[in-house]
């Protein structure tokens, strides 16, 4: 997975569109979980480690995503508050 160049998503907000696909695909069939790790996040993305870190604690304490160790993702009641998000940090016509 890769973000455009020059995209306007802050890096924790990568981090919860990465979340977000990985929701999407394990919805679809095509991957055995939702589930996400820090590590997973690091090797898939173009954020940086101690960014990606920072960013799941960030996003745990605002409730967007749940689980510890090694193992997060974002819950189902939170989908529509990720989605809201996201899309409101794109520009329009983008």
């Known amino acids: 997975m890769f973000f455009k160049k020059g995209n306007s998503l802050k ?3 990568k ?6 696909v990985k ?7 095509a991957t055995g979980t939702s589930e ?4 997973e996040i690091k090797k898939q993305t173009s954020v940086k480690p101690g960014t ?12 967007l995503i749940a689980g510890s160790g090694a193992n997060y993702e974002i819950p ?5 508050a990720v989605i809201d998000r996201l899309e409101s940090r794109v520009p329009k016509g983008a």
Request: hydrophobic share 40%; net charge negative; no cysteine.
């Open 36 to 39: 996400v790790s820090g590590k």
């Open 15 to 20: 981090v919860l569109a990465y979340m977000v």
């Open 52 to 63: 990606v870190d920072f960013a799941i604690k960030k996003l745990r304490e605002e409730g």
């Open 23 to 29: 929701k999407l695909l394990k919805n679809e069939g």
């Open 11 to 13: 890096e924790e907000d």
């Open 76 to 80: 189902a009641h939170e989908i529509d």
